[in-house]
C-alpha cells in the first residue's frame, strides 16, 4: 500500500491509493513542473471547470459538461508585465501565482491568479459555462489594482460573488474587498476602506472569511513586519453578518479599517516567537464559539500547537498548548517555504468533544482529542484516511526531485482528484534549469465518508 501524506488548505489528509478504488483516470494536459503552485478545479451546477499552467506556462483553461467526455480549451491572451519580462497570461517560477476559479449567479466563469506584487490578472466569459468566451478585463474597479496579490473568490450570504486581494507587499500592504453586480456585470467595492490595513509599516496575513454556525463570517489574520517570513507577530480575530459591519469577539463594533491597534488579539506573540501565515485554522466548538488553531514557539523555543477561544463577554482569549513537542521548525526570509508543521481546523464531535488533525515533518501526524470545556489535549487518534486510486499514486516523471501536487473538488456524490508533479519550492527563485512538464491527470470517484474538516479543496 503506498501511502501519500500531504498537506492543502493547511489541513492534513492521508490519501491512500488502493488498487480496488472505483477510478476513471483523464489525462487533461502537459503542465509547467519547475515549482509548485495551485491550479483551480471547480466542479458545480453540472459543470467542470480546470485552470492550470501548460507546459509552456501559460494560463490555460479547460470546460466540460459533468458527464460528458468533451473538453473545451482555451488559453486566453495576456497583456505585457514589463517589471516580469514576460506577458501576464505566463507564470514565472514564483509558488504565489496560484489560480482561482468562481462562477457568478449567472454561470459567467471568473478566473484570476498570476499575481505577486502585480497588475491584476483578471477573466470572465460572456456566456455562462462557455469557456470559449473568456475575456481578458484589466480592471475590476480601477482602484489599487496595480500591486495585487492573493486574490480570493467567495459568496456572501446573499449568493453575490466576492472578490478579496492585498494591494502592497509583504510587510506594507492592504485588504481590499470588492463585489459583483451580476445584473450590469460590473465590480464595486464592498467597503469604502480595506478590511485590514498595514498603514504603510506592516500586512496581514489572512484565512478566507469564514461562515460559521452563528450565521456569521469569521476572519482569522496575524500581521507581519517586514518579507522574512519570521516577522509574523500578533495573531487576530473579527467577525461580521454582512462582510460590512465589523466587530470583536465580545460583539464590540471594529471602525475600519481595523489596524493593528484596534484589532482583537488571540495571542500577541511577537516577531521570531513562530507565528507563520501558512499555519494557522479557524474551527467551531459545540457551542457554535471560534476555535482558532496554529503554530508558535513555547518559553523553551520548541514548536507547539496552540489552541484559543474567546473568553465569552471577558476581554481576551483563553490560549491552550496542545502539542508536547520536542523540535523547532526555524524559518526565516522570504520567499515561498516549506511547511513543517501543519494544523487543521476543530470539529465538534456528537458527544460535544473537539476533535482537530496535524500534521508534522518531525512529530508525525495524526489527530487530536480536546476537551470541550478547557481545551485541553485529552487523547490521540490516527490521521484520517482517503482512498484513491492506486495508479494516481504512481510518480510518472523520472526528473529528480518530482514531487505530487493533488486538488480535490466533490459534487453531487461524486469527487474528483486533480495531480500533477512539480519540483519542491525554491523560495520563488528560477533554477539553474526548467524541468520537462508533467503529466495532468483528473480521476472520478464515488465520494468518501470524511469530515469535512479534513476535506482538501472544499
Excluded at 456585470?185 to 476602506?193: K, M, V
Excluded at 496542545?322 to 524559518?331: A, G, I, L
Amino acid at each position: 500500500m503506498n501511502v501519500l501524506r500531504f498537506l492543502a488548505l493547511g489541513v492534513l489528509v492521508v490519501a491512500t491509493w488502493l488498487p480496488g478504488a472505483e477510478s476513471r483516470g483523464r489525462l487533461i494536459d502537459r503542465v509547467w513542473s519547475g515549482a509548485p503552485v495551485s491550479f483551480a478545479m471547480l466542479s458545480e451546477r453540472g459543470w467542470q471547470f480546470i485552470a492550470y499552467y501548460d507546459a509552456e506556462r501559460r494560463i490555460t483553461v479547460a470546460g466540460r459538461k459533468l458527464g460528458g467526455e468533451q473538453w473545451t480549451t482555451v488559453r486566453p491572451p495576456g497583456g505585457p508585465v514589463p517589471a516580469r519580462k514576460r506577458d501576464s497570461n505566463v507564470t514565472g517560477w514564483d509558488s504565489h501565482n496560484y489560480l482561482r476559479l468562481a462562477l457568478d449567479r449567472d454561470g459567467c466563469l471568473h478566473l484570476s491568479g498570476n499575481m505577486h506584487v502585480d497588475p491584476l490578472v483578471y477573466y470572465r466569459t460572456r456566456v455562462p459555462f462557455d469557456v470559449t468566451t473568456l475575456e481578458r478585463l484589466d480592471r475590476m474597479t480601477g482602484d489599487r489594482e496595480t500591486r495585487c496579490t492573493y486574490p480570493v473568490f467567495f459568496n456572501n450570504q446573499a449568493g453575490d460573488l466576492v472578490f478579496r486581494y492585498r494591494d502592497g507587499s509583504s510587510g506594507n500592504g492592504s485588504d481590499l474587498y470588492n463585489i459583483y453586480d451580476a445584473t450590469t456585470r460590473t465590480w464595486r467595492r464592498l467597503l469604502d476602506t480595506p478590511l485590514l490595513e498595514g498603514e504603510g509599516q506592516r500586512n496581514a496575513y489572512a484565512t478566507q472569511p469564514t461562515p460559521g454556525p452563528d450565521g456569521r463570517f469569521h476572519l482569522v489574520w496575524m500581521w507581519r513586519e517586514t518579507p522574512d517570513a519570521s516577522s509574523n507577530h500578533s495573531i487576530s480575530y473579527a467577525r461580521s453578518r454582512d462582510l460590512v459591519h465589523w466587530e470583536n469577539s465580545r460583539g464590540e463594533s471594529l471602525r475600519l479599517p481595523i489596524t493593528l491597534a484596534t484589532s482583537d488579539v488571540v495571542d500577541p506573540a511577537k516577531v521570531k516567537e513562530g507565528l507563520i501565515n501558512m499555519t494557522m485554522a479557524l474551527g467551531f466548538d459545540a457551542a457554535k464559539r471560534p476555535v482558532v488553531t496554529y503554530h508558535r514557539y513555547d518559553a523553551n523555543g520548541k514548536s507547539q500547537v496552540y489552541a484559543a477561544r474567546p473568553r465569552g463577554g471577558a476581554p481576551g482569549w483563553d490560549v491552550v498548548q496542545v502539542s508536547d513537542w520536542s523540535f523547532r521548525w526555524e524559518f526565516s526570509g522570504g520567499g515561498s517555504i516549506d511547511g513543517e508543521v501543519g494544523v487543521g481546523p476543530v470539529r465538534a464531535e456528537k458527544d460535544g468533544t473537539l476533535v482537530m488533525n496535524y500534521n508534522s515533518k518531525a512529530g508525525g501526524s495524526g489527530r487530536w482529542r480536546l476537551d470541550a470545556g478547557t481545551l485541553a489535549r485529552t487523547g490521540q487518534l490516527p490521521a484520517v484516511v482517503e482512498s484513491r486510486p492506486r495508479e494516481a499514486g504512481r510518480m510518472r516523471s523520472t526528473y529528480p526531485g518530482m514531487t505530487p501536487q493533488t486538488l480535490v473538488t466533490r459534487s453531487d456524490g461524486r469527487r474528483w482528484v486533480l495531480r500533477w508533479e512539480t519540483l519542491g519550492r525554491n523560495r520563488d527563485k528560477p533554477r539553474a534549469e526548467a524541468p520537462p512538464p508533467t503529466e495532468l491527470w483528473l480521476y472520478e470517484l464515488p465520494d468518501a465518508e470524511v469530515p469535512d474538516a479534513v476535506r482538501v479543496g472544499s
